[in-house]
């Protein structure tokens, strides 16, 4: 196959993937209802940047090892349900702000924001699913004959859709039309995550024992 339709394929297949709802989509939101759109920025570059993980294991023969080595492949889901657990439990405990908390809360976006980075980066690069999904796309879409500069390219621009996915979806959460009323109902949000966060964790456990 040539560069561009081998490119077309691999850019349609994630632009399917990373629209599909999951612990990526719950990160982002649950920083852009609660901190506002530099939290929900940063966790997005983190998401994007963990990519590059993937996609080196894929590369490297990594991916092979999880997916034929269960408990290996163990291991990174129960690390991933923990992870996802641990910050499903503070979100299910989030409180109704008065004004005042309100304000903190968004004065808060600094160091929000290095938190949110640490997320979505540990989020994504834990996900086991995401690893596979990109081994397939590396073992069925892109031939065998093509050159690791190319693949070099797909790399780098699955993470930079990745991450230009989320941003944009932060931009959107954190419009200054709905972002007052987030900032004092928001703890809803957050409850909401909460629940997703553990459905997601609970489900991922499942399909593991």
Do not use: C
């Amino acid at each position: 196959m040539s560069f561009w339709p081998e490119f077309l394929v691999i850019a349609s297949v994630h632009l399917l993937a990373v629209a599909s709802p999951g612990p990526d989509f719950a990160i982002v939101l649950r920083y852009a209802v609660r901190y506002g759109r530099r939290a929900a920025i940063f966790a997005s570059i983190g998401i994007g940047l963990a990519i590059l993980l993937h996609v080196t294991y894929s590369l490297v023969g990594i991916g092979v090892l999880i997916s034929t080595t269960p408990w290996l492949f163990q291991l990174f889901s129960v690390l991933a349900a923990g992870y996802l657990l641990y910050l499903a439990q503070g979100a299910l405990r989030a409180k109704a702000p008065d004004t005042e908390q309100a304000i903190a809360l968004e004065q808060s976006a600094a160091p929000a924001s290095r938190k949110a980075f640490v997320a979505g980066f540990i989020t994504n690069g834990l996900n086991p699913k995401a690893t596979l999904f990109f081994l397939s796309l590396f073992a069925v879409i892109i031939s065998t004959d093509t050159p690791l500069s190319y693949k070099l390219i797909y790399g780098v621009y699955l993470s930079v859709a990745t991450s230009a996915w989320f941003v944009m979806l932060s931009m959107v959460l954190t419009n200054s039309r709905v972002r007052g009323l987030l900032l004092l109902k928001g703890y809803w949000f957050d409850r909401l995550m909460g629940v997703l966060l553990l459905l997601l964790a609970l489900h991922l456990l499942y399909s593991i024992f």
